[in-house]
């Protein structure tokens, strides 16, 4: 399959969602998540840092990794592909959707509206306890991670972590947006992480896979293309 017909494809469709994934963001420079652990990180496996269980054991630790993936963010900018997704949406408002995985807030920064962020916002942080009084009355106090200087709640990142729930409003969006969709393109993702990569099984639309490697989702898919998204997705999505 060439770009060519995707872009007819595009070009006919009514209704389009972008479900993304770490690859959208590579070419920005941030790591994918198996990338990501260089350095002093590289002993630990994702599965064991990302999770409630581990934050409630060593919730210092974790807040540090989560701490140095803020701070490398805070160095990249959205690329080619993040772009070329939100001018096209400014040219045809409310005709894409764009629903991802990713936690790194690169969408939103170049200008995508509506954003459906399934795993959250690494950007963001949140109380691990259902908040009391005394936690909204006052800053917390700061430290690694940051407390209520009365009951000790601490803060945590805003992420939805291995074997948590995702967030019931977003993922009713998605899943509306991916029904009521006629071309889905999967941009940048393994296919392997659930109830995200369900949605490009459920759709009744064509489905794109962007990616310059094999995923679990190719199977699924109309038509796969072997490029990354900052070279292929501009040449799709123009007008
Ligand atoms: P993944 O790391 O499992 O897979 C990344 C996919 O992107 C691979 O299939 C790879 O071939 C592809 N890819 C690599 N470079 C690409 C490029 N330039 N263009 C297009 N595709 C490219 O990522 P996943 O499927 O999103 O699942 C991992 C989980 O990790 C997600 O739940 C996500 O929340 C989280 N995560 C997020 C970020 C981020 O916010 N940027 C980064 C790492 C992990």
New binding site residues.
Partial sequence: MKPQQVREWVRAARRIVVLS???????SG?????D?QTGLWAKFR?EELATEEAFRARPQMVWDWYAARRESLAKVEPNA?HHAIAAFQQRHPGRLTVVT????G?HQRAGSPGVLAL?GS?LEDRWLEAPRPCCAGAEPLPGRPPRCGVCGNLRRPAVVWFGEMLPARELAAAEDAAAACDLMLV???????YP?AGLARATQGRVVI????A?ELDDAADAVLRG???ALLPELLED
């Fill in positions: 994934g770490a690859g959208m963001s590579a070419e941030v790591p994918t998540f198996r990501a994702p592909g995985q990713n936690v790194d690169l795993h690494i941009v940048g993702t393994s296919g392997v992480v995200a962007v990616n310059p490697q995923s990354t998204a900052a």
